[in-house]
């Protein structure tokens, strides 16, 4: 799965911190780019269980997702709960 340049800039814009295309660093923008691509992961893995080199990529992206989101929860509660709920990750 390649994502284009332009979806990129999308979730980037709809998920960073400034709310523009160019914020690639901030950890919201970080955190919905590999849940996106977790999902689509978790797609892939749905119809392909016996791919396990995937099944190991999509574990490793789960783990920088979470350091991320403990490095949130940490420094700043507001941003941690706004991008939770913004993205659906917990229930």
Do not use: C, P
């Not at 295309?21 to 691509?37: M, N, V, Y």
């Not at 977790?38 to 269980?49: A, R």
Request: cysteine-free; charged content about 35%; overall charge positive.
């Amino acid at each position: 799965m390649k994502l284009t340049t332009e979806a990129k800039q999308e979730i980037f814009e709809k998920n960073s911190l400034q709310k523009s295309k160019t914020d690639t660093g901030s950890a919201e923008s970080q955190i919905a780019l590999f849940t996106h691509r977790i999902n689509h992961l978790t797609e892939h893995l749905k119809e392909n269980k016996k791919d396990f080199s995937t099944r190991l990529g999509l574990l490793k992206l789960v783990g920088k997702r979470r350091r991320l989101l403990n490095y949130l929860s940490h420094t700043e509660i507001e941003r941690y709960r706004a991008i939770i709920n913004e993205l659906g990750i917990r229930k």
